[in-house]
């Protein structure tokens, strides 16, 4: 054991002595490059808020990213799962997640195809996050699907200067723990780099067999001269969740809560006779970055950055009482070897993908003019299948059988140009022109079945859109703490996968179009930050569920509607009247309504959708009133911070239906640790999360189906009930 001390520490010594003592910001100056093309700041005229490395890692005891972020203003964060670890989300001013663009140093996260965040498949990224910028509205330019209305751009941590590990250990309710240790090697020779972090999280999760089981790692290396960095990077990790995608009704949330439908095995009456064990979902993501940056002098700096992502999963599903045709299975016998049309089944959905490209910024600065000029290419590709792999009665059945396979391709290419200009002191003119170019290919068959035809849909997709995103505003800065602003940007989005596939043929869905229009005014002075933002947006053919179905597959419909807004007032104030006390907090309110809308809803007795003209109406998941207020205590090593959300009703449809709707609810948290000061760079942190103080028993997520039966109406809604009281501890030791 000693001979293992004296290695340890004379390795550490080794390394601290090699290490330079150089400057550490010429470095971050340089690693700040990657981002500074689509990051903003208070001259820029647009809402955002900041949240700096020390905030984030404050906040990171094992839940996912988006219960950081639901702490900035118009954001709701939600999970499947109920705890916060797993499948999360997260929407902002009322629209989801393919509508908002995420970036890691500039390289789009979003899925290509579906345009979402998969949060669950980037486990524990906050570890490697160093700093994060959330912009509400059309934002600035940037790269990569989902730019639509909000963006969240996030740079991956800096090197540190000197040698140094980390390790950590999280452990709370539901039996949710994380494991994580970090080693970095420090500036090797002044011009080296190395740095790596591995982590594991699991959690039983609040509904009953949600589990989560996950793995990450990053990995970055670097070579850093005076005015260049070359840094390959890579991150990612593998998850393993049970499913708790299906949600449950009212009367079984009387019941118990905590259910999860999710594998439930039914035998021929329909009663619950077990769960599918391997009701899971799998993915493998790998994400890969060669960054380059360079500054050219003190006006110019240049960023490249070539990006590679790997992804493959699948998952797996217990269906009872299915027609085997809808599956393409034909000549099934049973035990009795007569025809088999109905059974159980377990299927497998899969796919595997590729993502890489380029991304490439200017940047010329010389305290007068601000010039952004940027490049991107981005392709992807992947294959999508699937396979029954158990037919219950059958007796004949030879499997895995695949009933669907599919190929997609996407191209998606930027580029943009922006300068804000200082006409006069404290005037500011800002401009910001972007093209973007899209090709979607899509072709094969997909696992919808068509009746049209008898067999599995055949899809023969190639769309091509150009879109031209120009921005415009105007920041004046006054009386040295104050500043207005105005801004009028024009951005526009392409269909996803699932909005062409499941539309008819003859009726394929348009792109949306979004004017958003944004104003304000701020106080930034020694002891208070505050302001007031107003936004109005508005959309032409923005693609909402209707109750439409497509007549050949009876998928749900995502359909253009003509005219459709949202308009609202963000509040924000932080105040630091005492040295050991920070208050504050945020507010929207807002109105968002589509002006003339028609609700179908699907009749079972003549198998067609009737039409339901409600005209103006309230677009879904888009509550009037987000709010949240804190007070964060800290001294001598101690720190104590409370937080309340405050989120209001919510319809869960667009018909504005009061039976279909998720109820207000209002949640607090403390936060509260201790830092022990070893030594300069050593030091041991103790904390503890707790969450739902006061037990609230609410939902922050539901959908819900609409049908007639027997010439009445039936509205049911399916929720996604989230913990009550629940506690997380931590202890992190930096060396």
Not at 328 to 354: C, I, T, W, Y
Not at 402 to 412: A, I, L, M, P, V
Not at 647 to 675: A, E, F, H, R, W
Request: aromatic share 14%; net charge negative.
């Amino acid at each position: 054991m000693k001979k293992i001390y004296y290695f340890a520490t004379s390795f550490c010594c080794c390394m601290a002595s090699w290490a330079t003592n150089v400057d550490s910001l010429r470095q971050y100056q340089l690693e700040e490059i990657s981002v500074q093309a689509t990051r903003v700041n208070v001259e820029t005229p647009v809402a955002y808020t900041d949240l700096s490395h020390q905030a984030i890692q404050s906040g990171n005891y094992g839940q996912d990213v988006p219960y950081l972020l639901q702490q900035t203003p118009s954001m709701v964060a939600t999970s499947d799962a109920g705890g916060g670890v797993g499948y999360s989300d997260i929407r902002m001013r009322g629209y989801d997640g393919t509508r908002i663009n995420v970036t890691a140093n500039g390289v789009p996260m979003n899925d290509a195809e579906s345009h979402k965040m998969y949060w669950v498949d980037t486990p524990d990224l906050l570890s490697s996050v160093g700093s994060i910028q959330v912009q509400r509205g059309a934002g600035t330019s940037t790269n990569g699907s989902g730019a639509f209305g909000g963006s969240i751009s996030m740079t991956t941590d800096k090197l540190p200067l000197r040698f140094g590990s980390s390790a950590e250990m999280s452990y709370g309710s539901f039996n949710t723990n994380k494991q994580a240790v970090r080693i970095s090697s420090g500036m090797l020779g002044g011009k080296w780099a190395v740095d790596g972090r591995l982590s594991h999280v699991y959690s039983d999760g609040y509904m009953e067999r949600a589990t989560a089981q996950m793995g990450s790692y990053m990995l970055q290396a670097a070579y850093m001269s005076d005015n260049t960095m070359v840094k390959l990077l890579s991150f990612g990790g593998m998850e393993r969740t049970y499913n708790a995608w299906d949600g449950i009704t009212k009367e079984q949330m009387e019941q118990n809560r905590r259910y999860n439908p999710c594998g439930e095995i039914t035998d021929k009456e329909g009663n619950v006779v077990g769960f599918y064990e391997d009701q899971v979902d799998n993915y493998l993501q790998i994400n890969n970055h060669l960054v380059v940056n360079h500054r050219i002098n003190s006006l110019w700096k240049l960023n490249a950055t070539l990006h590679y992502t790997y992804g493959d999963g699948y998952y797996q599903q217990y269906k009872n009482n299915r027609d085997l045709y809808t599956y393409a299975l034909q000549g099934l016998l049973d035990k009795d070897g007569k025809p088999l049309e109905e059974s159980n089944l377990v299927r497998k959905k899969a796919m595997f993908n590729h993502f890489g490209g380029l991304v490439g910024a200017a940047n010329y600065n010389n305290q007068v003019v601000d010039l952004n000029i940027g490049v991107a290419w981005h392709t992807y590709g992947g294959d999508h299948y699937g396979e029954v792999l158990e037919v219950a009665s059958a007796s004949n059945f030879a499997k895995p059988f695949e009933y669907y396979r599919n190929t997609s391709f996407k191209h998606d290419g930027n580029v943009f140009a922006k300068i804000n200009w200082q006409a006069f002191k404290g005037f500011y003119l800002y401009a910001d022109m972007q093209y973007r170019f899209v090709n979607q290919k899509i072709a094969g068959k997909d696992d919808v079945y068509d009746y049209a035809t008898s067999d599995m849909l055949q899809m023969h997709l190639d769309k091509y859109f150009h879109f031209f995103n120009p921005k415009v505003g105007v920041t004046y800065q006054f009386e040295k703490y104050h500043t207005a602003y105005a801004s009028v940007a024009l951005a526009n989005r392409e269909p996803t996968r699932k909005d062409f596939t499941n539309a008819p043929q003859d009726n394929q869905p348009k792109a949306e179009h979004l004017l958003d229009l944004e104003f304000g005014y701020q106080l930034r002075s020694k002891y208070v930050t505050a302001g007031i933002n107003f936004y109005y947006m508005w959309y032409k053919d923005q693609l909402v569920l209707t109750g439409a179905q497509n007549p050949d597959t009876y998928e749900a419909l995502y359909t253009n509607v003509n005219d459709s807004y949202r308009r609202g007032i963000e509040i924000t104030v932080d105040a630091h009247p005492l040295d050991w006390l920070s208050v504050g907090g945020n507010v929207t309110l807002s109105q968002n309504c589509i002006n003339d809308y028609t609700e179908y809803v699907y009749n079972d007795d003549t198998w067609q959708t009737e039409a339901n003209y409600i005209g103006k109406t309230v677009i879904a998941y888009s509550p009037a009133v987000i709010a949240g207020v804190y007070a964060d205590f800290h001294t001598h090593g101690f720190r104590g911070v409370w937080r309340t959300q405050y989120v209001g009703k919510q319809y869960i449809t667009n018909g504005m239906n009061d039976n279909l709707t998720i109820d207000p609810y209002c949640i607090s948290s403390i936060d509260l640790s201790y830092t022990l000061q070893l030594s300069k760079q050593s030091n041991i942190r103790f904390g503890v999360l707790l969450n739902n103080l006061f037990n609230s028993m609410y939902c922050s997520n539901a959908f819900a189906y609409s049908a007639i039966y027997s010439g009445q109406r039936y509205d049911e809604a399916y929720y996604f009930p989230q913990a009550g009281f629940n506690a997380l501890a931590n202890v992190r030791f930096t060396f």
